[in-house]
């Protein structure tokens, strides 16, 4: 089984920075990819970034140029600047991930909130 926590969303105003994270935790597993979306209220939730366990990386054109995400062994973070109110939603991190036991699946974080006042 795996877990991923993430961590580091919050308040900030138009123009600021957050920087979230996530951490995979577990038994013997092997992450294919790791990425980030979000929902916001009444909204599907959608795709922000992804990095391959290549580190190949793909970003919503809403993000391009404001948004980094990044991986480092089982976590993985993403720098959110220039934020914009439009960005408000629950951000959930998202693994496609095999174990010794499985093979590879998507699991998902609990979500961490994050708003921008305009």
């Known amino acids: 089984q795996v877990q991923l926590v993430e961590s580091g969303g919050g308040l900030v105003q138009a123009g600021g920075s957050l920087r979230l994270s996530c951490a995979a935790s577990?038994?013997?597993?092997?992450?294919?990819?790791m990425g980030w979306y979000r929902q916001a209220p009444g909204k599907q939730r959608e795709l922000v970034a992804r990095?391959?366990?290549?580190?190949t990386t793909n970003y919503a054109d809403f993000v391009k140029g404001r948004f980094i995400i990044s991986r480092d062994k089982a976590m993985v973070y993403l720098q959110m600047n220039s934020l914009k109110p439009e960005d408000t939603a629950v951000y959930y991190c998202?693994?496609?991930?095999?174990?010794?036991?499985?093979?590879?699946?998507?699991?998902w974080g609990q979500g961490t909130q994050v708003t921008v006042s305009s």
């Open positions: 998202n693994g496609h991930i095999g174990t010794l036991l499985s093979s590879a699946m998507d699991y």
């Open positions: 577990g038994s013997a597993f092997r992450i294919n990819a």
């Open positions: 990095i391959t366990g290549g580190g």
